[in-house]
């Protein structure tokens, strides 16, 4: 069964930084796309970062320069670094992936930028 836990994140000042990671197990991990989703109050959940198989990313407009979605295919693990972060980054983050037909997603980090 494939399981995907989040560390990391937290409260950020604007133009401060946070990453976070997400352990997956239950998969051929490097085999598979693996994204970041937000959610922010009131909002539906957004895509904000993609990263495939073989390392190509793509990022929504509004985090591009800014965000840096990577993986290490050994440790089966999905990052997201965030810099220059700012109060609209605000939002519950969840990393994603779909399996076999199947959208599995990580437990939700809250991630507040606020000063």
């Known amino acids: 069964q494939v399981r995907l836990v989040q560390s990391g994140g937290g409260l950020a000042q604007p133009g401060g930084s946070l990453r976070l990671s997400c352990a997956a197990s239950?998969?051929?991990?490097?085999?598979?796309?693996m994204d970041w989703y937000r959610q922010a109050p009131g909002n539906q959940r957004e895509f904000v970062a993609r990263?495939?198989?073989?390392?190509?990313?793509n990022y929504t407009d509004s985090v591009k320069g800014r965000f840096t979605i990577s993986r290490d295919n050994v440790r089966n693990a999905l990052f997201l670094q965030m810099n220059s972060l700012k109060p609209e980054d605000t939002a519950v983050y969840y990393c994603?992936?779909?399996?076999?037909?199947?959208?599995?997603w990580g437990q939700g980090t809250q991630v507040t930028v606020s000063s």
């Open positions: 990263i495939i198989s073989g390392g190509s990313t």
């Open positions: 239950g998969m051929n991990f490097r085999l598979f796309p």
């Open positions: 994603h992936t779909k399996y076999r037909g199947m959208d599995f």
